[in-house]
T-cell receptor, first 107, second 120 residues
Framework: EVVLTQSPATLSVSPGERVTLSCRAS??????LAWYRQKPGQAPRLLIY???TRATGIPARFSGSGSGTEFTLTISSLQSEDFAVYYC??????????FGGGTKVEI | QVQLQESGPGLVKPSETLSLTCTVS?????????WGWIRQPPGEGLEWIGS???????YYSPSLKSRTIVSVDTSKNQFSLRLYSVSAADTAVYYC?????????????WSQGTLVTVSS
């Protein structure tokens, strides 16, 4: 099983700031990595797939990068709706899809 | 717009079977794609349970494979989850979701989620 480790666990920031979240895989997953945002009481929403491709309707302030075992999600200017938990998910190791433990972005 | 909605009991007794159904609207399951179940224990992270292709081919998480069955009913545009011999550790919000297919297994549409509590 591929273990995804997200850091930091919690990030305290202010609106308008730039944030960078990290996801590290225990073995290479190539570029088969997705990012999701989960607001309280809601289902996760797909932000990024293929490590760097924005999903439909996702604003340009979200960007993803990385390959192999090291990945980052960057939010260029944090909006109020971005205070949430972010998860990474690998889909290279099939059939054993795994998610990271999440990073909470709080005010 | 693709929409998914779960249905099923919110309370299941220990050792019994958890059964959920996901009804898909806005898209015909028989047109393609894969359909899966993900769960999230209260206050914790996400765990993939299993998935089914519209043809009926299934895939399961190795950790849950021994007590999980996922099936599809294209005539009803639904797919279902059965999790056997449940315990309190299976208490979670259960989501159904879609992923595009072979080699492309991220989830692009999700249901709102339903809390299932395992308790006597």
């Amino acid at each position: 099983e591929v273990v995804l480790t997200q850091s930091p666990a919690t990030l305290s920031v202010s609106p308008g700031e730039r944030v960078t979240l990290s996801c590290r895989a225990s073995q290479s997953v190539s570029s088969d990595l997705a990012w999701y945002r989960q607001k309280p009481g809601q289902a996760p929403r797909l932000l990024i797939y293929g490590a760097s491709t924005r999903a439909t309707g996702i604003p340009a302030r979200f960007s993803g990068s990385g390959s192999g075992t090291e990945f980052t999600l960057t939010i260029s200017s944090l909006q109020s709706e971005d205070f949430a938990v972010y998860y990474c998910q690998q889909y290279n190791n099939w059939p054993a899809l795994t998610f990271g433990g999440g990073t909470k972005v709080e005010i | 717009q693709v929409q998914l909605q779960e249905s099923g009991p919110g309370l299941v007794k220990p050792s019994e079977t958890l059964s959920l159904t996901c009804t898909v609207s806005g898209y015909s399951i028989s047109s393609g794609y894969n359909w899966g179940w993900i769960r999230q224990p209260p206050g914790e992270g996400l765990e993939w349970i299993g998935s089914v292709h519209y043809s009926g081919i299934t895939y399961y998480s190795p950790s849950l494979k021994s007590r999980t069955i996922v099936s599809v009913d294209t005539s009803k545009n639904q797919f279902s989850l059965r999790l056997y011999s449940v315990s309190a550790a299976d208490t979670a919000v259960y989501y159904c979701a879609r992923f595009p297919g072979s080699g492309v297994r991220y989830f692009d549409f999700w249901s709102q989620g339903t809390l299932v509590t395992v308790s006597s």
